[in-house]
Nanobody, 125 residues
Framework: VQLQASGGGLVQAGGSLRLSCAAS????????IGWFRQAPGKEREGVSC????????YYEDSVKGRFTVSRDNAENTVYMQMNSLKPEDTAVYYC???????????????????WGRGTLVTVSS
């Protein structure tokens, strides 16, 4: 049972990346998924989340309007499209299973319980 985040890389400011969060050993259908990031020297913070059905999403203010989270339960994968990237988006990005019923869920990391290995996103200025 594990999650794996992928799709990170080096991109110039203003560019785009799409991150994937793939599950193995279990199906994502019944799980909300949160995206989190940890920048160098900073604490990990919540970025976004999506409900099991995909009908509910929440975003941290700093990424609202630039990032879009979606899911394809048939592919057992959750995506996060990141546009208009900024140098301050540079971080290791993680996905995890957990609740996504209110905006505050992405600030309650302790409620997330299956964490994937992160993927590094580097945005150059």
């Amino acid at each position: 049972v594990q999650l794996q985040a992928s799709g990170g890389g080096l991109v110039q400011a203003g560019g785009s990346l799409r991150l994937s969060c793939a599950a193995s050993g279990f199906t994502l259908d019944y799980y909300g998924i949160g995206w989190f990031r940890q920048a160098p020297g900073k604490e990990r913070e919540g970025v976004s989340c999506i409900s099991p059905s995909g009908t509910v999403t929440y975003y941290e203010d700093s990424v609202k309007g630039r990032f879009t989270v979606s899911r394809d339960n048939a592919e057992n994968t959750v995506y996060m499209q990141m546009n208009s990237l900024k140098p301050e988006d540079t971080a290791v990005y993680y996905c995890a299973t957990g609740p996504c019923t209110t905006y505050y869920d992405i600030r309650r990391q302790n409620n997330y319980y299956i964490w994937g290995r992160g993927t590094l996103v580097t945005v150059s200025s």
